[in-house]
């Protein structure tokens, strides 16, 4: 059975609920994908603007790593507390409390005076983006009209790459033509948060409230029984392909300046968002292929690209890198988009949020630990040493979840299963 087939309709429950809820089925499924890109477009902001801080108040280059893994370790923290809370308490006070914590932490990047501040801020959006990840997953599948039903899940796994990649070029774009890109980018990102609160305020909720909201607190990671062997298996595809959305993300305005001597914000942030931008775009153009068969190609693409970023990078030709973070950030796409296509249909609705919360705490442990680890190499070994190991072990997990893919897709055509 698919996802589209157990969800329950989202018009039935807007009907008993359109007295007190004023948007229509397809206004509150646009505006619900809107606002949970935007929690990935205001996370991928700071990225560029990391440099100038460092310029400005002098810490050394490890705290840009901590400074930008502080968000993934706090959005980890949440997804293992509130992670499968919305399954009880219904997405929409889930989503509307996490975008104001997320409104929070924009005023206090728009103030920061210092790099405690702007750490402090990261925690914030962190666990505003952990405690919303899993609940606006699992709420578009639910939300989406009939006619947008597989939009549900491509947004879900396209937007937060998309996301990523496109709040960091256009924070490169205001620090290369502006003289206050901190305020102007974190200001509009305030008001931006403030318009996705009213969106989800007037949505109407899609999950039915069920016991056990205080149990659902402990810290725990839910994978049902059906879902474990798909899940296992991704694992290596998930930490390749975010291990180095984490490099370009947490690294890349360091490597623009380290390797390639360049000074510039709109560098800074289009090499940052060249990854995460064509893995948004793959996840949606392979999103009517087989799960399997996307997630195959995708990692296939994280591997190949990988190489061609390493090659770049030893060589000193950053448009090499720029393709390689091209190919990588397809495959990345393509790979994250199949895997939920592959697990998602194992879970019942119910189980839905803690499942999801375990797939991102996979993601994000991946996108955080390694960068912290790589940041602390560059003070010890340098830049590109650190950089080129980096790259080696993403290859070697990117061969790892390859190989286990291809052992599933023949145990496939002996035993077709759904996707």
Not at 120 to 130: D, E, F, I, K, S
Not at 158 to 163: D, F, L, V
């Amino acid at each position: 059975m698919t996802i589209a087939a157990r969800t329950t309709p989202y018009q039935a429950r807007h009907t008993a609920s359109a007295a007190r809820r004023a948007l229509s089925p397809t206004a509150a499924f646009i505006g619900a994908a809107l606002a949970y890109a935007s929690l990935y477009l205001a996370a991928g902001a700071p990225t560029p603007l990391l440099v100038l801080f460092q310029r400005e108040w002098g810490f050394p280059p490890s705290m840009l790593t901590v400074a930008f893994a502080a968000y993934a370790f706090a959005l980890l923290a949440a997804l293992l507390v509130a992670g499968s809370l919305s399954d009880h308490v219904g997405r929409r006070p889930v989503l509307v409390g996490a975008l104001l914590v997320e409104l929070v932490s924009m005023v206090m990047f728009v103030f920061a005076p210092n790099l405690g501040w702007v750490i402090a801020a990261r925690v914030v959006q962190g666990l505003a983006t952990g405690a919303a990840s899993s609940a606006f997953t699992a709420a578009l599948l639910e939300l989406a009209p009939p006619r947008f039903r597989r939009w549900g899940g491509l947004i879900g796994s396209a937007a937060p790459a998309g996301g990523l990649g496109l709040g960091a070029l256009l924070t490169g774009a205001a620090v290369q033509f502006t003289h206050s890109a901190n305020v102007i980018v974190f200001s509009t990102l305030t008001v931006i948060m403030a318009l996705g609160t009213v969106v989800l305020y007037l949505t109407a909720e899609t999950s039915a409230r069920r016991p056990g909201a205080l149990g659902s607190l402990v810290p725990r990671v839910t994978v049902p029984h059906p879902a474990r062997r798909e899940f296992t298996a991704a694992v290596p595809v998930h930490l390749s392909a975010w291990m180095m959305a984490g490099l370009f993300m947490g690294l890349g305005p360091t490597i623009v300046r380290g390797v390639f001597h360049l000074d510039s914000g709109l560098v800074n942030g289009a090499t940052a968002f060249l990854a995460p931008g064509a893995a948004a775009v793959a996840g949606v153009l392979t999103g009517r292929l087989h799960g399997r068969r996307a997630t195959l190609l995708g990692t296939t693409g994280v591997l190949v690209g990988t190489l061609i970023v390493a090659a770049g990078i030893a060589g000193g030709l950053l448009p090499v890198v720029w393709l390689g973070a091209a190919v990588s950030g397809s495959g990345f796409g393509a790979a994250f988009g199949g895997a939920l296509r592959l697990i998602g249909p194992h879970a019942q609705p119910h189980q839905r949020g803690g499942l999801f919360a375990a797939v991102f705490l996979v993601a994000y442990l991946s996108f955080g630990l390694p960068l912290i680890v790589a940041g602390q190499g560059v003070t010890s070994l340098g830049l590109l040493p650190t950089v080129l190991t980096y790259s080696g072990i993403a290859v070697l997990v990117a061969a790892a979840g390859l190989l286990t893919q291809l052992r599933l897709g023949r145990r496939d055509a002996r035993v077709p299963v759904a996707a």
